[in-house]
């Protein structure tokens, strides 16, 4: 069983619908990140959550540390927002353990 | 902004060859990463380094070595490159609000 598991592995979505997709995850961590990857692109981070909720832009965060679960919502999800959406968890020394990615197509 | 720079976005070179890929970051992070990225596999961690001279091995370090002269600095090398290194390798600092600062990868093919 992977540390980072996340759902779903594809997700398809039509313009201005609400997007949300899981991680889960087995270890302890110091904090949990969201990462976002376009077609050929290098990768770019969203968010770092060590508790609670954030918010950028369309973009939300949640994590619950107890449950050790996070959700990134998109919401009037767009054209532009088609990438591969990775949740990674940071445990000692700075290290990231990364679920596989969940790739969200948005049709017009 | 934290800048993460990656010296070659694609390189082609032949098998045996001895390869460099660089990384430099301009925001005097301590940490350090590689990782290479592959289909179905997702990323994998080669080396980090968490200061000069300090480096230590990741989870897939066989083929590769690594090099930290100076702080901003981060050299890959692939000592006799061969076809299964073919891959994409990122380059990543920690530091800052977000955390983590990726480069935007070097796509190497062996061939």
């Known amino acids: 069983k992977n540390e980072v598991e996340q759902s779903p592995q594809n997700l398809t979505a039509q313009e201005g619908e609400f997007i949300t997709i899981n991680c889960s995850y087995s270890?302890?961590?110091?904090?949990l990140h969201w990462l976002q990857q376009h077609p050929g692109g290098g990768i770019v981070s969203l968010f770092m959550?060590?508790?609670g909720k954030k918010k950028h832009g369309r973009l939300i965060a949640t994590i619950n540390i107890q449950e050790k679960h996070s959700s990134l919502h998109i919401t009037a999800s767009h054209p532009r927002d088609s990438a591969v959406y990775i949740c990674?968890?940071?445990?000692?020394?700075?290290?990231?353990?990364f679920g596989g990615g969940t790739r969200v197509l948005v049709k017009p | 902004d934290v800048k993460v720079t990656q010296s070659s976005r694609y390189l082609v070179k032949r098998t045996g060859e001895k390869v460099f890929l660089e990384c430099v970051q301009d925001?005097?992070?301590?940490?350090m990463f590689w990782y290479r990225q592959d289909p179905g596999l997702g990323l994998r961690l080669i080396y980090f380094?968490?200061?000069?001279?300090?480096?230590e091995k990741g989870d897939i370090p066989e083929g590769y070595s690594v090099s930290r002269e100076k702080k901003e600095r981060f050299s890959l090398i692939l000592e006799s490159a061969s076809t299964n290194q073919t891959s994409m390798y990122l380059c990543?600092?920690?530091?800052?609000?977000?955390?983590?600062?990726f480069g935007s990868g070097t796509r190497l093919t062996v061939v």
């Open positions: 990543a600092s920690t530091g800052g609000p977000l955390g983590y600062t």
């Open positions: 270890v302890g961590i110091s904090a």
């Open positions: 959550l060590s508790s």
């Open positions: 990674a968890v940071r445990a000692a020394g700075n290290k990231l353990t």
């Open positions: 925001m005097d992070h301590e940490n």
């Open positions: 380094s968490y200061d000069v001279k300090m480096k």
